[in-house]
Nanobody, 119 residues
Framework: QVQLDESGGGLVQAGGSLRLSCVVSGRTFSIYVVGWFRQAARKEREFVGGITWDAGSTYYGDSVKGRFVCSRDIAKNTVYLQMNSLKPEDTAVYYC????????????WGQGTQVTVSS
């Protein structure tokens, strides 16, 4: 089992920045990748970005490339999502999720944190 706890959401003006944190616990040795997703009201869940636990390789959804950066601190069991140049359309509940080494999908999810970008 892996547990995730997001924090760092809030209200920010367009053009501003926020950093989300995701603390992972439990069987962290089994983690392959930690991903970030978001879901806006009345919209489908969208992939934002991800980072592999061991190598730190990152990848991003097209809508956030060049603005958002994923990073991790293994010693703190924490993954970060640095969000820059925020737009009102970035408003959503943001979730972190884990895919384990033996899995093919994201099986563990955090509770989500609200990000609201005002125009």
């Amino acid at each position: 089992q892996v547990q995730l706890d997001e924090s760092g959401g809030g209200l920010v003006q367009a053009g501003g920045s926020l950093r989300l944190s995701c603390v992972v616990s439990g069987r962290t040795f089994s983690i392959y990748v930690v991903g970030w997703f978001r879901q806006a009201a009345r919209k489908e869940r969208e992939f934002v970005g991800g980072i592999t636990w061991d190598a730190g390789s990152t990848y991003y959804g097209d809508s956030v490339k060049g603005r958002f950066v994923c990073s991790r601190d293994i010693a703190k069991n924490t993954v970060y999502l640095q969000m820059n140049s925020l737009k009102p359309e970035d408003t959503a509940v943001y979730y972190c999720a884990v895919q384990v080494l033996t899995g093919t999908q994201y099986d563990y999810w955090g509770q989500g944190t609200q990000v609201t970008v005002s125009s």
